[in-house]
T-cell receptor, first 115, second 114 residues
Framework: AQKITQTQPGMFVQEKEAVTLDCTYDTSDPSYGLFWYKQPSSGEMIFLIYQGSYDQQNATEGRYSLNFQKARKSANLVISASQLGDSAMYFCAMREAREGGKLIFGQGTELSVKP | DVKVTQSSRYLVKRTGEKVFLECVQD?????MFWYRQDPGLGLRLIYFSYDVKMKEKGDIPEGYSVSREKKERFSLILESASTNQTSMYLC?????????????FGQGTRLTVV
């Protein structure tokens, strides 16, 4: 069964607008961490933001925030004030405590920012 | 800065060849990973190693093996390459088992099997 699901293969957003990229996950482990990575066309993987399962507040890093809804098992990435340089693939990932350091990724969402 | 280096950026091999993809990290990380990336499928974990000589199968280990004889080096081996193994291969490393540990990635190897 897919542990991380990203249902939006591609998204478009107008420059300067906000966009939400969806991520749902499946785990029975009460202790887990969720990550978002960005992969520009150059291919490098860039860590954006982290949310722990016990964190009381939603994580934020600059223009990135994570809308964490634990009961719904969703961890959506919100990018505010989109920029042309935000055009990239975005991946959601999860680490479960019982799996040690193992890191599992979703299918990815390709974001295109229009000028 | 953490550096994860993959030995080749592009590789073309023939069907049936034995292929070695090498990955080296310079930050003394315990964990190392091999993923393959395909459009629409995201990153799928092939193998994971949490210590020297230790390995765990990921979601798609069939047709692959790995070797970790030294902490800094993690090799992916295609015993007999097939065309369906044409893909982008990404190596990553991370420290320990803390949940918030970031993984660092290599630049990727685009393998074409003809």
């Amino acid at each position: 069964a897919q542990k991380i699901t990203q249902t939006q293969p591609g998204m478009f957003v107008q420059e300067k607008e906000a966009v939400t990229l969806d991520c749902t996950y499946d785990t029975s482990d009460p202790s887990y961490g969720l990550f978002w990575y960005k992969q520009p066309s150059s291919g490098e993987m860039i860590f954006l933001i982290y949310q722990g399962s016990y964190d009381q507040q939603n994580a934020t890093e600059g223009r990135y925030s994570l809308n964490f809804q634990k009961a719904r098992k969703s961890a959506n990435l919100v990018i505010s004030a989109s920029q042309l340089g935000d055009s990239a693939m975005y991946f959601c990932a999860m680490r479960e405590a019982r799996e040690g350091g193992k890191l599992i990724f979703g299918q990815g969402t390709e974001l295109s920012v229009k000028p | 800065d953490v550096k994860v280096t993959q030995s080749s950026r592009y590789l073309v091999k023939r069907t049936g060849e034995k292929v070695f993809l090498e990955c080296v990290q310079d930050m003394d990380h315990e964990n190392m990973f091999w993923y393959r990336q395909d459009p629409g499928l995201g990153l799928r974990l092939i193998y994971f190693s949490y210590d020297v000589k230790m390995k765990e199968k990921g979601d798609i280990p069939e047709g692959y093996s790995v070797s970790r004889e030294k902490k800094e080096r993690f090799s992916l081996i295609l015993e007999s390459a097939s065309t369906n193994q044409t893909s982008m291969y990404l190596c990553a490393s991370s420290q320990g088992t803390a949940l918030n540990t970031e993984a660092f990635f290599g630049q990727g190897t685009r393998l074409t099997v003809v």
